[in-house]
């Protein structure tokens, strides 16, 4: 039974909502989070999540002990090993991902792979009375006294101290607290897709592929990663259901869903038009697609073709990617921010999921600050989104870079072998 008044409303059940949840629950702020759907089911659900320090800091801070535990023994295992080859299989060296400052201290846990579906399982654990689902938020209204009610489609409402904005890169809240901060289509399309290490052995895929975060940098065009994602089905027994395949995709055909399963995953990213109009690609199917990927690369050596050529279709699909614009700050309210819907970013850092969950850590602490009398509430917000702007323009840039870099090197490739 959800009250008409609590402390703290959240729009958007994504790790870094959930995580402020966990934290602000676990330290007596009462809190609700309103999530539009019970399964997620976007794409990019089907894959691992790269967690990095900045998320285990967060997570350390704000879970409860047990479902801490829980994360830790249910964590997947991924390459700590990398490899740069080139399209005829040949070894060039040892930096995976064309330069991506694998050594610095963020990175320091590249061996440490998540589903984000395990993720998920494990923010919901002890937030039954917390999250309530089917709720899709409309707009929110300002009170003479700060506070905020948030309304909802189905034209119920919540009272809060403070609405925090968790609803992803689309965000309502941001279009109405910050109308001018908004993202780009940077013109790249990321086309992925996976395949079981079962599969993987049946039709002899290369361990290099299997046991090494493997670059592929071909003397012409675009390149492709390749990592895998190993789960201890052994070590999630332990907890319930988390770990465990959820329910709530039952009915997806496919294993793309399943987070019990170990596979290998490959990512290559193109320019808009360079395989076909979007309109065409939005019509193709995964083994469409792998068909075209095929006409690209088909004269690479069979080895790396053999993981294209058998990878399952239904995990297969074309991403527009996007990133979000620079936004000065703006006057504080009792309404704020975090993650995608401020700092939405590009893939090739894996900096998204981990800074949604750095911001609830940094977000918590401000929160406890004015609920203590510290500082007036305003001024713990402000602090807190001064904090996270940085931050989430710096991960913004050098996502953004990383991007451009492994993009255009691969039209430069392109254009050198037409000369």
Known sequence: MISDRVEVAIIGGG???????????KNGINVAVFEKDRARADYVQGFRLRIRQRGIDSLIANLPTDPYEAFVATLGQAPDRNILLNENFETLGEDAWGGNALGEADDTHIEKSVSRITLRQVLLSGLDDVVHYGKVFSRYEEQPDGSVTAHFEDGSSIHADVLVGADGAR???????????????????????????????????????????????????HGLMVTSHRVN??????????????????????????????????NTAYEKDELATDDALAKLSGSELLDLLMSKIGHWHPELLNLIRYTDPSTVAMLHVHSSEPVEP??????????????????????????AIYDAGLL?????????????????LSDYEAKMLEHGAKAVRSSLTAM????????????????
């Not at 079962?198 to 071909?218: E, F, K, M, T, W």
């Not at 995608?340 to 850092?349: E, G, L």
């Not at 406890?368 to 713990?380: F, N, S, T, V, Y």
């Open 330 to 355: 703006w006057p504080t309210k009792q309404v704020t921010l975090l993650g995608d819907a401020i700092h939405a970013m590009t893939y090739f850092r894996a900096l998204g999921g981990n800074s």
């Open 364 to 380: 918590v602490p401000e929160l406890m600050a004015a609920k203590r009398g510290d500082k007036p509430l305003l001024e713990a």
């Open 233 to 266: 089905v052994e070590a999630y027994h332990r907890y319930g259901l988390i770990g465990l395949d959820d329910d709530t995709h039952k009915d997806i055909a496919g294993f793309h869903f399943n987070n019990t399963t170990s596979y290998v995953w490959w």
């Open 404 to 419: 451009q870099k492994n993009v255009l090197s691969g039209r430069r490739r392109q254009n050198e072998a037409a000369e």
């Open 171 to 221: 965000s309502r809240v941001r279009q109405q607290l910050v109308p001018h901060a908004r993202s780009f289509d940077t013109g790249v399309r990321r086309l992925a897709g996976k395949m079981t290490l079962h599969a993987a052995a049946l039709h002899q895929i290369s361990p290099l592929l299997l046991d090494y975060n493997a670059g592929v940098r071909p003397t012409e065009g």
């Open 15 to 25: 790790p870094g909502g959930l995580t402020l949840a966990q934290g602000l629950k």
